[in-house]
C-alpha cells in the first residue's frame, strides 16, 4: 500500500444552476491578462452541446487522454516519443477558432465621438489584431441553447444513441438540459504530465494539484493534444502554456479555491482523498467497464487503522489525515456511491466527481383538434392555433425512472463510459432521499413505500439523511475540507522559515549580477 | 506509472510564488452592487496596490434557524464581473456636455454679459437654437466640462423654470431605493425641498403587482428565499429563479432534497425548467386559466364534497368569504354589487364610519355581526377594534360567522356572471337571504357563495352550471381551460389535488413563485389573483413555506419608515410631489395619442365607465385625488400664491379657497387636461441610478421624439379614437424636455441621450445601505477606494446641486416663496374612507371638498437660497411629528435630540439651534439606522405599542428580543445585520425564523390593511364591478390585430406576427453588465432574438443571422439564436441591451441606427387601478395606480441582408 493524498472534488449537477459565477471568479483572478483572454481554465456548458473548445469530447479529432490498445495504455496523440518526433509540428492542436477568437469593442467611440447625423455605437474588435470582428464564436456559444442544429445536435455524445432517440431529445415535450462546469480535474494518471517533452508539469506531492512551471515550460503545447478535456491552454503572450492550478495560493491559505468559493449554486465539494499508489496502473489498465470501479477501488478508508498508519509512513500529516475524515468527497463518491468522473474512458482517472442530474419529467402530446373550440373564444383574444395538448402528469408524486427527460444512454455516455446501470443507480438513490424526506416531512408517503425505495436503492434512512444534510443544508466549512499546507515545512526545505517570514512576497529573488 | 515523479526538488517549484504573487492583495472592503437585482449580497473587494482587482463573496452571513441551509455565498456572474466597469474604457470619468448646447449656451451668455438666467432664458426663447441641441442628442459631440460650468447649467435651468413655470417642471427620476438607499435620497430630498417631483418606478416597471393592495392592501410582501425551503410544493409561474434570483436558487434545489415536489410554469424550456418535477409548457400568458380551474377543483373536491376543515376555518377567518354582498338588479338581471354597509342597517345607520364597516352573520344566533377589524374600525376615534377576533365591533359579543347560506336561504336568485374567455354570460343559482336596509328590502348573499357561483361549482343549485369536469364551455373547468393553456386536464387534476393534499398534510406550505414572467401581462392581476385564490381556499398564506411570493425588483425597502422622511425631506416640507409614472409617461410621452380605445383589447363589459378612452379617466383621477399629476396646472404654482395674495388671501387657508375657486370656475386648467400646450410640458429631468430613456422606457422612440426632439425609427400614426375630455392638438410636440442631466458611472444608453453627464462614484466608491426581500440582512455598501477620477457621490452631487442652485437663488430669486401643492387622497391615512361611492365634481355630481370629493391642496414655504442648509441639516419636523410607515407610528424625541448632543453623531447650528448634521453620506446612514424600528430596537417597541392601541391587542412582546439592538454603520461594514422584527413589516422573523408575509397578521389577529381587514377574494370599488374584475377572472391575452404594434407595419405586407418576451436576461441585471465584456463574452457578444427552429425556418433565419424585430413603434437589430427550448409563436429578446454597443444601422427605418429592446414597446393602461379614495384603493407612490405592461406586444423578425455600420 502506498497511501498519497489528494485534494478532490465533487460537483453535484442535480444544483447547479449554469450561472458561471465560477468562471468569472476563475477569470478575474488568473487569465484576465494578455495571451490569456481565450482562457477560461473554468468554464460551464449546457449539455447537450459541443462545449469549449468546440467538440472537445471528440478524440477522434484532438487525440487527447490515453488509450487501450494490445493491453497496453498508451496516450493517444502526443506522447514524449510521438511528441519528439513531431516537435514542430503538432497536428492534434485545438486552433483559436476551436475555442474563440476573443473580441472587445471601441467602446471609447460613444464618448469621444464627433457629432454626427446618426447614433454611434460600439462595434466589436477583435482582441488579437485590434480589428473590426464578426463574431461568430465565443467561450460559451451553446449556452442554454439545448437543441439546435449546429450546436446540440454535434455533441459527441449522441454518436452512442440512435438517429430516432436522438430526434426525440430536441422535441420541446421531450427535451431538457443541464450545465456541465468543468475545471483540470487535477488527474491521478494525467496525460498532460506524461507528455511534456520539457518535463515542466508535476503533479504536487502534498496535494495532487498538478501544475505546469512557467519557467520550465517551454511551449511544446504538447499537454494541450494530451489533456483530453483540454484544459491546458496555450498563453500566447508568454509563450508558455498554463492551466488551472486548483488556486493553491488559496488552498495554501485555507481558503477555498475561487470558483468553489464563488459557487452560489452551493454544487462544489472539496477534500482529501488517500489512495492507493500502488494500484494506478492496473486501474487504468483495465476494460471500460471496470474503470470506475478500478478507480474507487484505489480510493481508501481514512478511518481505517492500516491506510492510517500507511499513511502516516509516506509522510502524510495528522492534520491531512484528520481532514480526509471530515472529506465531503469521501462520502460523495465512495461512502455513498453518488459521483462519478466525467468521461472515465479516456484513462487519466479525474479526480474531480459528478453527482448526475434529475430532470423533469416527459410530456406526452395529445393531438386534438380545438379549432371548433378556439373559433368560441372572444374575438379579441389571441388565439393559439396549434394542434396538440400536453400531458406531463405522473402516477406518483414524482415521475419514475423510465419517464425522465434525456435517455440514460446520454448520461451514461457522459459519466460512465456508456454504464447505463451506474447511472440507473445514482439516479435511484437520489429519489430514494426525496422520497424519504417526503415522509419525514410531509408524511404523504406511507413508510412501506418509502422503506421499500431506500432499500431498493440500497440506502438506509441514517444515510438518506446522511445525504441529505451534506446536499441540502451544509455550511461552507462542511463543503469545503481543506487540509493543512503545513507551509512551513515546505519552505524549510529551501530556507530558513523564519527568514522566510520577513522575505516572502518579495518576488522571485533574481541573482544581483555584480560584475567587476 | 514513471512520469509521476514523486520528489520534485523544492528549487524548483520555487517559481509558484508566480501565482501566489497574484493572489496577494492588501485590503478587502465589504460592499454590494446597487443594481435591482434583488441580490443585496455581501461581497469582498479586493483591492491590491491602490486598484480594485478583484472580488469574491463575504461568507459571513448570520445562520438562521438550524433547519435552513445558510445564505452563504451570495453573489452571482455579474456582480463578479463587476470590477470591470471600474477602470473600463466605458466609465465617465469627468463631466460631459453635449457641444452644441455648451456652445450655444457660451454665446448666449457673452451676449448676456455674464448673466446665466439671461442667457438661459435667451437660448430657450430661440426655437430654432433649442431645436438644434435637441437635435443633437444622442448623436455624440460630447465635450470634457468642469464641474463648475455643468453645476452653473444645471442650477440656472432649476431656478429659471421655477420662476417661469414653477418647480413642479423640475422632474427627477431614479428608481429602486431599496439598491442603494441614500444615493437615491440625495437627488429625492433636493427635489422635494426644490418642489419638484419625482417619478415613481415600481408601478412604471410593472413590477408591482395590482393584485397586491387589491388583495392585501400591501404594495408587495413577500418571504424571504430561506422560506422557499419550507416550502413543501412550489408552483413556479413563469418566473426563471436561475437568471433573476441567482444567489437565492440553491434553496429551491435543496428544497427539492428534502422532498419537496417542484413545478415549473413556462412556455419555453427557462432554465428553472432543469430542475422541475414537471414542466407545463403552457401558452405564455394563460396561466391565469389553468388556476382559475385549480380553484375550481378545489372548491369542489375539498371545499363542498370533503368541507376540509383545515380549509374552511382558514378562509372563515383570514378572508373576506363571510361578508355580504348586494345582489342588484341590473337590465332585469341579478348581478354582484357592493358589500352590505353596517349603516344600511337602522339599528347601525348612525356608527361612526359606518360607510366603512361590513356585516356578517352569526353561526349560532342568526344575527347579523359587524366584524371588528374592518377600515371604519381603523379610523375610529376610539382605537382598539382594529383586529381580526370573532367579535362584534358595536356589540363586543364573539360570533361564527355564516360562511355559506346554502342551508340558511330564504331564496335561490340566479345570478349573472361573465367568463371573458369564451365571452360567454351563465345564469347561476345563488342562496340568498332578503335582508331590510333602511333603502328597503334586498337581497343578499355571502362572497363565498359567489365564490362558488363564479368558480362554476353548483352545489346543487339550479342554473347555467357546469355539467362536470368535463365540459368545456363551462367556466372554470378543467376541460374549458385546456383551449387556452394548451394543458391536458390530466395535468391539472395531479397539480391540484398534490397542491391541496400538501397544504392539508402541512397546513399550508405551498407556494407560489412569480414574477415578471407574469406580471407584465396587461392582465397581471387576474393571474396573480388566479393563483392567490388557489393559495388562500387552502390556507397557505401567512404561513412560513407558503404565500404568493412575488419577485421582480429590489423594492424592499426595510428601514422606510425613518428612510422616507429623510428621503422625501419631510423633516422641512410637509407634502411632497409624488408622480405616478405610468400615467405621466403615457400622457406626457404622447403615447396615449397612438392608443385609442381601451375596449378594443380589453375584453370589458359594457356601461359609462368603460366607454372612454384611458387619458380621461387618467384626468376624472386626477381631480378626484386618485391619482396625483404634475405639473399640475397650466399655471405656475408659485405665481398662483401670489396671485391668491393680491386677491386678498391672508393665509395658507385663504390661497387654498382662493385656487379651489379657481379650479371649480375651470379658470385654472389641470395640466394633464391640455398636455400638449408649452406651459405644461416637464422641462428639466434628472436621471439617476437608472437608464430611464431606454431600458425603463417603454415606448422608448416615443420619447425621443416627443421628450427628447431627436431622430426616432417610429413609424405609428395617431389612433383612430381621440380622448374627450382631454384637450386635442393636430401636431403633437416635438422635443418637450429643455435639459436632460444623467448621473452615471457608465456611458449608457440614457447618457448617451443626455445634455450632461455626470460622474457617479459606483458600488465599490461609496457609503450607501442596501436592502431586498430574498433576505432579512441590512447591507452596506463600502468605500473599497476613493470616487476614481473626477467622480463623486450622488449625495455629494446633489449636495453641490442644492448648493449651487441656492448661491443662484441668492442672486436671481431671493424672496421666499409660497408654492401650493395638489396632493391625492392616500393609502394607510384617513384618506382611505373618503369616497364610498363615486362622485365627479367636476361634472356637478357633488359639491368640490379638498380631501373628501378631490385631492388635497398644501400650502408649503419655498426659501430657494436654503435649499443647501436644509438638504444638510435634519430638520425638527422629525422630532415634532415623529415617524412610521404603512399606518404605523412612533414619537422619536428622544433619539433626535441624542443626535444633537451624542459624539456618535455630527451636528450642526441651523437657525440658531442645534441639530444634526447629515453633511455627509455616512452621516446619513446612521441618523437613518438610529431612527429605524427595524435597527434601534427601543423605538420597535414604542412601534407595538401604538400598534397595540390600534388594535386591542398584546403584540409588544414581539420586540422583547431585539430591544438592546442598536446598528451603525460600522457594525454593518463589518457584518451583514438581521434587523428586528417590525409592526412596519408583515413577517415575524424571531429566534432566526424565515421571513414570510402575513405571519404577523395569521398569527396575531392584526388586519391587512384592506376595507374588511382580511384578504379579499371580492373587490366591489364601483371601476371593479364596472370593468368585470370583481371577482377573480380570466380575461384572454389580446391579439396582434386588436394591440395596435402592427397597424403601419402590415400595411407593407401582413408577415407572421410573434410575440414578444422580453424576460430578465442571464447576462445583466436590466441594462447594467449587458456591455460588460466579460458578460458579452460568455454571452454571444449582443443581446440576440431567441427564435424557434420551427419559426426560424419558416422565416428563412439561420442562428446567428442579423435580423430586425420591429413593428409600429421602432425597431431592434440584433443576431438570431435558435433554440429548440422556444416554443413556436414567439420570440425571446432577454432585456436589456444597450443601443450603445454592436447596434448596426436599421435597413427597414432608413439607415439609421437600430434602437434597443423597449423600441418595439408603448404602453397599454388598465384603467381599473385609476380609483381612488376607497380602502386599498388609495394611491400611494409606487403603490397603487396603473402599471405598464408591455408582454402583449408583438413583432415582426426579419433577417437582415445588409450589415452596415
Known amino acids: 500500500m502506498d497511501v498519497r493524498?489528494?485534494?478532490?472534488?465533487?460537483?453535484?449537477?442535480?444544483?447547479?444552476?449554469?450561472?458561471?459565477?465560477?468562471?468569472?471568479?476563475?477569470?478575474?483572478?488568473?487569465?484576465?491578462?494578455?495571451?490569456?483572454?481565450?482562457?477560461?481554465?473554468?468554464?460551464?456548458?449546457?449539455?447537450?452541446?459541443?462545449?469549449?473548445?468546440?467538440?472537445?469530447?471528440?478524440?477522434?479529432?484532438?487525440?487527447?487522454?490515453?488509450?487501450?490498445?494490445?493491453?497496453?495504455?498508451?496516450?493517444?496523440?502526443?506522447?514524449?516519443?510521438?511528441?519528439?518526433?513531431?516537435i514542430f509540428y503538432n497536428p492534434n492542436l485545438p486552433v483559436i477558432d476551436d475555442y474563440y477568437e476573443p473580441f472587445t469593442y471601441k467602446y471609447l467611440d460613444l464618448i469621444e465621438s464627433p457629432e454626427l447625423d446618426d447614433q454611434p455605437t460600439a462595434r466589436p474588435v477583435s482582441l488579437i489584431t485590434g480589428k473590426p470582428i464578426d463574431i461568430k464564436m465565443g467561450p460559451n456559444w451553446d449556452d442554454d441553447l439545448s437543441g439546435t442544429p449546429d450546436f446540440a445536435r454535434n455533441d459527441p455524445n449522441l454518436e452512442k444513441i440512435s438517429p430516432e432517440e436522438q430526434e426525440v431529445m430536441f422535441q420541446l415535450e421531450k427535451m431538457a438540459m443541464f450545465y456541465l462546469p468543468r475545471i483540470c480535474n487535477h488527474c491521478l494518471n494525467p496525460a498532460c504530465v506524461a507528455s511534456c517533452p520539457s518535463g515542466a508539469i508535476y503533479k504536487r506531492g502534498e496535494d495532487g494539484i498538478v501544475l505546469i512551471n512557467q519557467e520550465v515550460c517551454r511551449a511544446w503545447r504538447m499537454c494541450v493534444t494530451a489533456c483530453p478535456y483540454k484544459k491546458s491552454y496555450y498563453n500566447w503572450y508568454t509563450g508558455k502554456s498554463e492551466k488551472c492550478i486548483l488556486c493553491y495560493p488559496r488552498i495554501e491559505a485555507g481558503l477555498a479555491p475561487a470558483c468553489m468559493h464563488s459557487c452560489v449554486g452551493r454544487i462544489r465539494y472539496l477534500g482529501v482523498l488517500l489512495y492507493d499508489a500502488e494500484k494506478i496502473a492496473s486501474a487504468v489498465h483495465g476494460e471500460d467497464k471496470d474503470l470506475i470501479n478500478n478507480q474507487l477501488d484505489l480510493i481508501l478508508d481514512p478511518f481505517d487503522e492500516k491506510v492510517i498508519a500507511a499513511a502516516k509512513l509516506n509522510g502524510i500529516a495528522d492534520s491531512t489525515l484528520h481532514a480526509a475524515r471530515f472529506s465531503p468527497v469521501y462520502k460523495f463518491v465512495k461512502e455513498w456511491g453518488l459521483a462519478l468522473p466525467l468521461h472515465p474512458e479516456f484513462r487519466t482517472l479525474p479526480m474531480l466527481f459528478y453527482v448526475p442530474p434529475l430532470l423533469p419529467v416527459m410530456a406526452s402530446v395529445k393531438k386534438v383538434d380545438n379549432t371548433a373550440q378556439a373559433d368560441k373564444m372572444d374575438p379579441i383574444a389571441k388565439k393559439w392555433d396549434d394542434k396538440w395538448l400536453y400531458d406531463t402528469s405522473t402516477e406518483e408524486l414524482w415521475g419514475t425512472l423510465d419517464q425522465i427527460r434525456f435517455p440514460l444512454k446520454y448520461v451514461a455516455s457522459l459519466f460512465s463510459a456508456g454504464d447505463v446501470e451506474l447511472i440507473k443507480d445514482k439516479w435511484k438513490k437520489l429519489m430514494a432521499v426525496r422520497i424519504h424526506r417526503r415522509r419525514v416531512t410531509v408524511g404523504d408517503v406511507s413508510d412501506e413505500k418509502a422503506d421499500a425505495t431506500l432499500a431498493d436503492a440500497g440506502l438506509t434512512a441514517e444515510t438518506a439523511d446522511a445525504i441529505y444534510n451534506l446536499t441540502s443544508l451544509p455550511k461552507f466549512e462542511e463543503r469545503f475540507v481543506i487540509p493543512a499546507a503545513h507551509r512551513e515545512q515546505a519552505i524549510e526545505m529551501m530556507d530558513f522559515t523564519g527568514d522566510e517570514k520577513g522575505a516572502t512576497g518579495f518576488g522571485i529573488k533574481n541573482e544581483v549580477k555584480r560584475g567587476i | 506509472m514513471s512520469w509521476i515523479e514523486d520528489i520534485i526538488s523544492p528549487k524548483t517549484r520555487k517559481w509558484e510564488e508566480f501565482y501566489r504573487n497574484r493572489f496577494q492583495h492588501d485590503r478587502i472592503v465589504r460592499s454590494t452592487h446597487g443594481v435591482n437585482c434583488t441580490g443585496g449580497c455581501s461581497w469582498q473587494i479586493h483591492v491590491k496596490e491602490g486598484i480594485v482587482v478583484f472580488e469574491t463573496q463575504q461568507l459571513d452571513y448570520p445562520l438562521l434557524d438550524s433547519k435552513l441551509p445558510p445564505y452563504e455565498p451570495r453573489g452571482c456572474q455579474r456582480g463578479i464581473s463587476y470590477s470591470w466597469y471600474l477602470y473600463s474604457p466605458l466609465r465617465i470619468k469627468y463631466p460631459l456636455i453635449r457641444g452644441s448646447l455648451i456652445d450655444l449656451y457660451r454665446e448666449e451668455k457673452e451676449k448676456a454679459g455674464g448673466n446665466p438666467l439671461k442667457a438661459w432664458e435667451n437660448l430657450q426663447n430661440d426655437k430654432e437654437s433649442r431645436a438644434r441641441y435637441q437635435n443633437s442628442r444622442g448623436k455624440g459631440g460630447f465635450r470634457r466640462a468642469s464641474w463648475d460650468e455643468a453645476l452653473e447649467i444645471m442650477a440656472v435651468a432649476n431656478i429659471y423654470t421655477a420662476k417661469k413655470y414653477g418647480p413642479d417642471r423640475v422632474i427627477g427620476f431614479s428608481p429602486i431605493p431599496a439598491m442603494s438607499m441614500i444615493s437615491y435620497a440625495s437627488g429625492a430630498r433636493f427635489l422635494q425641498l426644490f418642489g419638484g417631483v419625482n417619478l415613481s418606478f415600481y408601478d412604471w416597471y410593472c413590477d408591482l403587482p395590482p393584485a397586491f393592495p387589491e388583495i392585501w392592501g400591501e404594495q408587495t410582501d413577500v418571504c424571504e428565499s430561506a422560506d422557499w425551503y419550507n416550502a413543501k410544493f412550489i408552483a413556479d409561474m413563469g418566473t426563471n429563479l436561475n437568471m433573476t434570483r441567482t444567489p437565492d436558487t440553491h434553496f429551491f434545489a435543496e428544497s427539492r432534497h428534502n422532498g419537496t415536489k417542484a413545478v415549473v410554469f413556462s412556455p419555453d424550456f427557462s432554465q428553472i425548467c432543469k430542475y422541475a418535477d414537471q414542466w407545463i409548457p403552457l401558452h405564455a400568458g394563460s396561466d391565469g386559466a389553468f388556476w382559475m380551474a385549480v380553484s375550481h377543483i378545489i372548491l369542489k373536491e375539498y371545499h363542498y364534497e370533503r368541507q376540509t376543515p383545515y380549509f374552511l376555518d382558514y378562509v372563515k377567518r383570514y378572508t373576506d368569504s363571510p361578508m355580504l354582498v348586494h345582489l342588484d338588479k341590473v337590465d332585469n338581471e341579478y348581478v354582484p354589487g357592493r358589500m352590505v354597509r353596517a349603516n344600511e342597517l337602522s339599528q347601525w345607520k348612525d356608527i361612526e364610519n359606518g360607510d366603512w364597516k361590513f356585516l356578517s352573520l352569526d353561526e349560532d344566533s342568526g344575527d347579523f355581526v359587524v366584524p371588528k377589524g374592518t377600515m371604519g374600525y381603523r379610523w375610529d376615534k376610539d382605537g382598539g377594534k382594529w383586529n381580526m377576533k370573532y367579535e362584534c365591533g358595536e356589540t363586543d359579543k364573539s360570533f361564527d360567522p355564516v360562511l355559506t347560506l346554502l342551508n340558511k336561504k330564504d331564496?335561490?336568485?340566479?345570478?349573472?356572471?361573465?367568463?371573458?374567455?369564451?365571452?360567454?354570460?351563465?345564469?347561476?343559482?345563488?342562496?340568498?337571504?332578503?335582508?331590510?336596509?333602511?333603502?328597503?328590502?334586498?337581497?343578499?348573499?355571502?362572497?363565498?357563495?359567489?365564490?362558488?357561483?363564479?368558480?362554476?361549482?353548483?352545489?346543487?343549485?339550479?342554473?347555467?352550471?357546469?355539467?362536470?369536469?368535463?365540459?368545456?364551455?363551462?367556466?372554470?373547468?378543467?376541460?374549458?381551460?385546456?383551449?387556452?393553456?394548451?394543458?391536458?386536464?390530466?395535468?391539472?387534476?395531479?397539480?391540484?389535488?398534490?397542491?391541496?393534499?400538501?397544504?392539508?398534510?402541512?397546513?399550508?406550505?405551498?407556494?407560489?413563485?412569480?414574477?415578471?414572467?407574469?406580471?407584465?401581462?396587461?392582465?397581471?392581476?387576474?393571474?396573480?389573483?388566479?393563483?392567490?385564490?388557489?393559495?388562500?381556499?387552502?390556507?397557505?398564506?401567512?404561513?412560513?413555506?407558503?404565500?404568493?411570493?412575488?419577485?421582480?425588483?429590489?423594492?424592499?425597502?426595510?428601514?422606510?419608515?425613518?428612510?422616507?422622511?429623510?428621503?422625501?425631506?419631510?423633516?422641512?416640507?410637509?407634502?411632497?410631489?409624488?408622480?405616478?409614472?405610468p400615467i405621466w409617461h403615457y400622457i406626457n410621452t404622447c403615447q396615449y395619442r397612438y392608443d385609442g380605445h381601451y375596449s378594443k383589447y380589453n375584453t370589458v363589459k359594457e356601461n359609462k365607465w368603460t366607454d372612454k378612452h384611458v387619458a380621461d379617466t387618467i384626468f376624472t383621477s386626477v381631480r378626484n385625488g386618485w391619482m396625483p399629476f404634475y405639473p399640475q396646472f397650466n399655471e405656475n404654482t408659485l405665481e398662483l400664491c401670489k396671485q391668491a395674495i393680491a386677491n386678498g388671501a391672508t393665509d395658507d387657508e385663504g390661497i387654498k379657497q382662493y385656487v379651489l375657486e379657481k379650479l371649480k370656475s375651470k379658470e385654472l386648467k389641470y395640466s394633464v387636461?391640455?398636455?400638449?400646450?408649452?406651459?405644461?410640458?416637464?422641462?428639466?429631468?434628472?436621471?439617476?441610478?437608472?437608464?430611464?430613456?431606454?431600458?425603463?422606457?417603454?415606448?422608448?422612440?416615443?420619447?425621443?421624439?416627443?421628450?427628447?426632439?431627436?431622430?426616432?425609427?417610429?413609424?405609428?400614426?395617431?389612433?383612430?379614437?381621440?380622448?374627450?375630455?382631454?384637450?386635442?392638438?393636430?401636431?403633437?410636440?416635438?422635443?418637450?424636455?429643455?435639459?436632460?442631466?444623467?448621473?452615471?458611472?457608465?456611458?449608457?444608453?440614457?447618457?448617451?441621450?443626455?445634455?450632461?453627464?455626470?460622474?457617479?462614484?459606483?458600488?465599490?466608491?461609496?457609503?450607501?445601505?442596501?436592502?431586498?426581500?430574498?433576505?432579512?440582512?441590512?447591507?452596506?455598501?463600502?468605500?473599497?477606494?476613493?470616487?476614481?477620477?473626477?467622480?463623486?457621490?450622488?449625495?455629494?452631487?446633489?449636495?453641490?446641486?442644492?448648493?449651487?442652485?441656492?448661491?443662484?437663488?441668492?442672486?436671481?430669486?431671493?424672496?421666499?416663496?409660497?408654492?401650493?401643492?395638489?396632493?391625492?387622497?392616500?393609502?394607510?391615512?384617513?384618506?382611505?374612507?373618503?369616497?364610498?361611492?363615486?362622485?365627479?365634481?367636476?361634472?356637478?355630481?357633488?359639491?368640490?371638498?379638498?380631501?373628501?370629493?378631490?385631492?388635497?391642496?398644501?400650502?408649503?414655504?419655498?426659501?430657494?437660497?436654503?435649499?443647501?442648509?436644509?438638504?444638510?441639516?435634519?430638520?425638527?419636523?422629525?422630532?415634532?411629528?415623529?415617524?412610521?410607515?404603512?399606518?404605523?407610528?412612533?414619537?422619536?424625541?428622544?433619539?433626535?435630540?441624542?443626535?444633537?448632543?451624542?459624539?456618535?453623531?455630527?451636528?450642526?447650528?441651523?437657525?440658531?439651534?442645534?441639530?444634526?448634521?447629515?453633511?455627509?453620506?455616512?452621516?446619513?446612514?446612521?441618523?437613518?439606522?438610529?431612527?429605524?424600528?427595524?435597527?434601534?430596537?427601543?423605538?420597535?417597541?414604542?412601534?407595538?405599542?401604538?400598534?397595540?392601541?390600534?388594535?386591542?391587542?398584546?403584540?409588544?412582546?414581539?420586540?422583547?428580543?431585539?430591544?438592546?439592538?442598536?446598528?451603525?454603520?460600522?457594525?454593518?461594514?463589518?457584518?451583514?445585520?438581521?434587523?428586528?422584527?417590525?409592526?412596519?413589516?408583515?413577517?415575524?422573523?424571531?429566534?432566526?425564523?424565515?421571513?414570510?408575509?402575513?405571519?404577523?397578521?395569521?398569527?396575531?389577529?392584526?388586519?391587512?390593511?384592506?376595507?374588511?381587514?382580511?384578504?379579499?377574494?371580492?373587490?366591489?370599488?364601483?371601476?371593479?364591478?364596472?370593468?368585470?374584475?370583481?371577482?377573480?377572472?380570466?380575461?384572454?391575452?389580446?391579439?396582434?390585430?386588436?394591440?395596435?404594434?402592427?397597424?403601419?407595419?402590415?400595411?407593407?405586407?401582413?408577415?407572421?406576427?410573434?410575440?414578444?418576451?422580453?424576460?430578465?436576461?442571464?447576462?445583466?441585471?436590466?441594462?447594467?453588465?449587458?456591455?460588460?465584456?466579460?458578460?458579452?463574452?460568455?454571452?454571444?457578444?449582443?443581446?440576440?432574438?431567441?427564435?424557434?427552429?420551427?419559426?426560424?425556418?419558416?422565416?428563412?433565419?439561420?442562428?446567428?443571422?442579423?435580423?430586425?424585430?420591429?413593428?409600429?413603434?421602432?425597431?431592434?437589430?440584433?443576431?438570431?439564436?435558435?433554440?429548440?427550448?422556444?416554443?413556436?409563436?414567439?420570440?425571446?429578446?432577454?432585456?436589456?441591451?444597450?443601443?450603445?454597443?454592436?447596434?448596426?444601422?436599421?435597413?427597414?427605418?432608413?439607415?439609421?441606427?437600430?434602437?434597443?429592446?423597449?423600441?418595439?414597446?408603448?404602453?397599454?393602461?388598465?384603467?381599473?387601478?385609476?380609483?381612488?379614495?376607497?380602502?386599498?384603493?388609495?394611491?400611494?407612490?409606487?403603490?397603487?395606480?396603473?402599471?405598464?405592461?408591455?408582454?402583449?406586444?408583438?413583432v415582426i423578425v426579419k433577417k437582415m441582408e445588409k450589415l452596415v455600420w
Open chain 1, 5 to 86: 493524498s489528494q485534494i478532490a472534488m465533487v460537483f453535484h449537477l442535480d444544483k447547479c444552476i449554469g450561472c458561471h459565477t465560477c468562471s468569472i471568479a476563475c477569470k478575474n483572478i488568473w487569465t484576465d491578462r494578455k495571451g490569456a483572454e481565450y482562457m477560461w481554465w473554468n468554464n460551464v456548458e449546457t449539455k447537450p452541446g459541443t462545449g469549449y473548445p468546440t467538440k472537445w469530447e471528440d478524440q477522434n479529432i484532438y487525440k487527447g487522454g490515453w488509450e487501450k490498445t494490445d493491453g497496453t495504455v498508451r496516450l493517444k496523440g502526443a506522447g514524449k516519443r510521438r511528441g519528439l518526433t513531431n
Open chain 2, 411 to 581: 331564496e335561490e336568485l340566479k345570478v349573472a356572471f361573465t367568463e371573458f374567455g369564451l365571452a360567454k354570460k351563465a345564469l347561476r343559482g345563488v342562496p340568498v337571504k332578503w335582508i331590510d336596509t333602511v333603502n328597503g328590502k334586498m337581497p343578499v348573499t355571502t362572497v363565498y357563495d359567489l365564490i362558488m357561483a363564479q368558480y362554476g361549482v353548483g352545489r346543487g343549485l339550479g342554473g347555467d352550471y357546469p355539467s362536470d369536469y368535463t365540459d368545456p364551455d363551462s367556466a372554470y373547468t378543467p376541460a374549458w381551460q385546456e383551449v387556452f393553456t394548451g394543458i391536458d386536464s390530466k395535468t391539472l387534476f395531479q397539480f391540484a389535488r398534490e397542491w391541496a393534499d400538501t397544504a392539508i398534510a402541512t397546513e399550508g406550505k405551498c407556494m407560489i413563485l412569480v414574477g415578471a414572467g407574469v406580471n407584465h401581462w396587461y392582465h397581471q392581476n387576474l393571474t396573480y389573483r388566479a393563483g392567490a385564490m388557489a393559495l388562500m381556499l387552502s390556507g397557505c398564506v401567512g404561513k412560513n413555506g407558503g404565500g404568493l411570493n412575488h419577485y421582480v425588483g429590489q423594492e424592499k425597502l426595510a428601514p422606510v419608515d425613518s428612510w422616507s422622511s429623510i428621503t422625501f425631506a419631510k423633516d422641512w416640507v410637509p407634502v411632497s410631489r409624488l408622480q405616478q409614472a
Open chain 2, 673 to 1194: 387636461s391640455d398636455p400638449e400646450a408649452e406651459e405644461n410640458f416637464p422641462r428639466v429631468w434628472y436621471i439617476w441610478r437608472g437608464n430611464a430613456l431606454l431600458a425603463s422606457m417603454k415606448g422608448h422612440e416615443y420619447a425621443l421624439k416627443h421628450y427628447l426632439g431627436t431622430h426616432n425609427n417610429l413609424i405609428a400614426t395617431d389612433a383612430e379614437e381621440q380622448p374627450e375630455e382631454i384637450k386635442w392638438h393636430d401636431v403633437a410636440p416635438v422635443g418637450k424636455l429643455d435639459l436632460v442631466v444623467d448621473l452615471n458611472f457608465r456611458m449608457d444608453s440614457s447618457a448617451l441621450y443626455s445634455d450632461i453627464v455626470l460622474p457617479a462614484a459606483s458600488w465599490y466608491e461609496k457609503a450607501d445601505l442596501n436592502t431586498t426581500d430574498l433576505h432579512s440582512f441590512i447591507h452596506p455598501l463600502g468605500q473599497a477606494v476613493a470616487p476614481v477620477w473626477e467622480s463623486k457621490t450622488d449625495w455629494d452631487i446633489f449636495k453641490h446641486l442644492a448648493k449651487a442652485t441656492s448661491e443662484m437663488a441668492k442672486r436671481y430669486f431671493p424672496e421666499v416663496q409660497k408654492d401650493i401643492v395638489a396632493t391625492p387622497l392616500t393609502h394607510d391615512t384617513p384618506d382611505e374612507i373618503t369616497q364610498p361611492t363615486i362622485k365627479d365634481w367636476y361634472n356637478g355630481e357633488c359639491e368640490a371638498v379638498l380631501g373628501k370629493s378631490m385631492h388635497k391642496l398644501t400650502v408649503v414655504e419655498r426659501d430657494y437660497t436654503q435649499i443647501y442648509e436644509k438638504f444638510i441639516t435634519l430638520g425638527e419636523g422629525i422630532r415634532d411629528k415623529g415617524l412610521g410607515a404603512h399606518g404605523n407610528h412612533y414619537e422619536c424625541k428622544e433619539e433626535f435630540d441624542e443626535m444633537c448632543t451624542s459624539n456618535h453623531f455630527h451636528n450642526r447650528k441651523y437657525q440658531g439651534k442645534i441639530l444634526p448634521s447629515i453633511q455627509e453620506d455616512e452621516w446619513v446612514i446612521n441618523a437613518i439606522l438610529h431612527l429605524s424600528t427595524l435597527t434601534n430596537g427601543k423605538l420597535t417597541e414604542k412601534a407595538y405599542k401604538f400598534m397595540e392601541q390600534k388594535t386591542g391587542l398584546q403584540l409588544a412582546d414581539l420586540s422583547e428580543g431585539s430591544k438592546d439592538v442598536k446598528i451603525r454603520y460600522a457594525d454593518l461594514l463589518a457584518q451583514p445585520r438581521r434587523y428586528n422584527t417590525s409592526p412596519v413589516w408583515s413577517g415575524l422573523m424571531n429566534d432566526g425564523r424565515a421571513y414570510a408575509a402575513y405571519t404577523y397578521n395569521v398569527e396575531r389577529l392584526v388586519p391587512w390593511r384592506t376595507l374588511t381587514g382580511r384578504q379579499h377574494f371580492y373587490l366591489d370599488q364601483e371601476l371593479y364591478i364596472a370593468y368585470g374584475e370583481h371577482l377573480p377572472t380570466f380575461k384572454p391575452a389580446p391579439n396582434p390585430e386588436v394591440y395596435g404594434d402592427l397597424r403601419e407595419t402590415w400595411k407593407k405586407g401582413k408577415a407572421m406576427a410573434l410575440n414578444y418576451i422580453t424576460p430578465h436576461g442571464k447576462w445583466h441585471i436590466h441594462s447594467t453588465y449587458m456591455e460588460n465584456l466579460r458578460m458579452l463574452t460568455l454571452s454571444r457578444g449582443c443581446e440576440p432574438c431567441w427564435l424557434s427552429e420551427v419559426d426560424a425556418e419558416t422565416l428563412g433565419i439561420k442562428d446567428n443571422d442579423w435580423v430586425e424585430v420591429h413593428n409600429d413603434h421602432g425597431v431592434y437589430v440584433t443576431r438570431a439564436c435558435v433554440s429548440s427550448r422556444i416554443p413556436p409563436g414567439m420570440c425571446i429578446v432577454y432585456h436589456v441591451p444597450e443601443r450603445t454597443v454592436g447596434i448596426p444601422k436599421s435597413q427597414l427605418r432608413g439607415n439609421k441606427r437600430g434602437g434597443g429592446h423597449n423600441s418595439v414597446t408603448r404602453i397599454h393602461l388598465k384603467p381599473n387601478y385609476l380609483n381612488g379614495g376607497y380602502g386599498q384603493f388609495s394611491y400611494h407612490f409606487n403603490y397603487w395606480g396603473p402599471v405598464a405592461p408591455q408582454r402583449d406586444t408583438h
